[in-house]
């Protein structure tokens, strides 16, 4: 069994994405180990703390390092992804040339209330991801849109429909961390 680190940019009690990643993990229990990064008390980036990395740093580039994949359930901002998922890729990128990004098998999937999930959002990712050198299962896509019978009360998925197109989309992923091209 693989072991994906989760990243949820959403620092939102309630987030949709938690849901959603919460959703993913019970789905996908029998492919993944799931393990949640925590990134509420990673600070900004700043060159001045790589000489001593603060302690949620190293928590989160731990995690990253020691998984066989990344999974990030990530909300569309403005067109964009969260600010909080920026800095955790930048501080993961550091120190140049030893990033915990290079080589490591990442998807994204989100969900949002508006009418194209997360698709833009994702796009941008992807770029940048390219530019880390994560290896990046870009198919099937999973851009949700968010309706709000979407979730059961003890936080599964309730349509059908919506199970199986995520249940492949898991499968998906496990397939790609055994077999993504350049993995290390």
């Known amino acids: 069994m693989h072991t994906l680190a989760v990243i949820v940019p959403s620092l939102r009690r309630d987030s949709i994405n938690r849901k959603l990643a919460e959703a993913l993990a019970v789905l996908g229990r029998k492919l993944f180990s799931f393990d949640f990064v925590k990134l509420e008390d990673i600070p900004f980036f700043n060159e001045d703390l790589e000489k001593n990395l603060p302690p949620a740093v190293v928590a989160m580039k731990s995690v990253v390092a020691a998984s066989d994949g990344v999974l990030i359930v990530t909300p569309e901002y403005n067109r964009s992804f969260p600010a909080v998922l ?26 949002s209330p508006g009418p194209v999930g997360t698709a833009v959002c994702q796009s941008q990712l ?19 849109r968010y309706t709000p019978n979407l979730f059961t009360p003890d936080g599964g998925l309730a349509e059908e429909g919506t199970r199986a197109f995520l249940n492949t989309f898991l499968e998906s992923f496990a397939a790609w961390v055994e077999t993504a091209p350049g993995r290390p």
């Open 86 to 111: 920026k800095n955790a890729l930048d501080w993961g990128s550091r120190p140049y040339g030893k990033g915990v990004w290079v080589g490591k098998c990442v998807a994204s999937t989100g969900i």
């Open 126 to 144: 992807r770029a940048l991801l390219a530019f880390l050198g994560a290896r990046q299962m870009t198919s099937p896509e999973a851009c949700l």
